[in-house]
């Protein structure tokens, strides 16, 4: 009886302590992770008196970096070896995006954008760093170092959204893109993805994992930076 309840005592305890890949990758984050949650520009958003200008800088940057973050997940599907992945990636690839998309488009008239053209855009250095990496994980990596590129995005917005899902700012806009990165639909779409993480993990060498946090903790900072970008309305250099 009392080795039973000692191998119960030992289990409850690996379980309480033991921690997912991903899990480890974001605890090694933590201090940019709560850099982005409590981001200038996240609090005065809660709190609904963030500049609408900055808000609108952000929305265009947004959808100039959704569009490319669709191809980073078509591209990461089409280097799977596993079929039902492959097709996975590329539904999410058509359907987050998109998802995201549609509500930028709803901010686009409600800010009176609409002389704003996606095509013509030119993003600022953040935004176009982003990307790269996450271009540059998908042409020089495997699977695991693309989903890892891609895996923060899904999170960090999943963690502000839920850290501040009972926040209701005065301004609808504000409140409506909380309350959609705090809905179950986008907490589900991120655990789905850290698992395909967890999964792929599971399959990679030390030195192969190493790499993944490296892809995942640098686009960590890319988040801190894009909301930097939109808080101090982000120049190129030449144009400061």
Sequence with gaps: MWMRALCL?????????????????????????EKNIHH??????????????????YIKQDIYYLKHFGKAHALA???????KLTVRLAEKAQKTAQAE??????????????????????????????????????????????????LP???VYADIGAYYADQHPAEELYDNWIQTYASDWFQS?????????????AEASDAQKEKYFDAFHKAVEFEIAFWSMAYEHEKWYSER
Aim: charged letters at 25%; hydrophobic letters at 45%; proline letters at 3%.
């Design 9 to 33: 005592a030992v289990k409850t305890l690996k379980e309480g302590f033991f921690m997912s890949f991903s899990e480890e990758m974001k605890a090694r984050s933590q201090e940019a992770w």
């Design 40 to 57: 200038p520009y996240i609090e005065e958003l809660v709190a609904g008196t963030l500049d609408k200008e900055a808000f609108k800088f």
């Design 77 to 83: 599907s089409a280097h799977s070896d596993d079929f």
């Design 101 to 150: 998309l549609t509500v930028h488009e709803q901010h686009v008239k409600a800010l009176d954008l609409a002389d704003f053209k996606a095509e013509d855009f030119s993003p600022a250095p953040a935004a176009y760093n982003y990307t790269s990496h996450m271009y540059r994980c998908c042409l020089f990596g495997d699977i695991g170092e693309m989903i890892a590129a891609i």
């Design 153 to 155: 995005c899904y999170w």
């Design 189 to 201: 779409s991120k655990n789905e993805m850290i698992q395909i993480m967890d999964n792929l993990a």
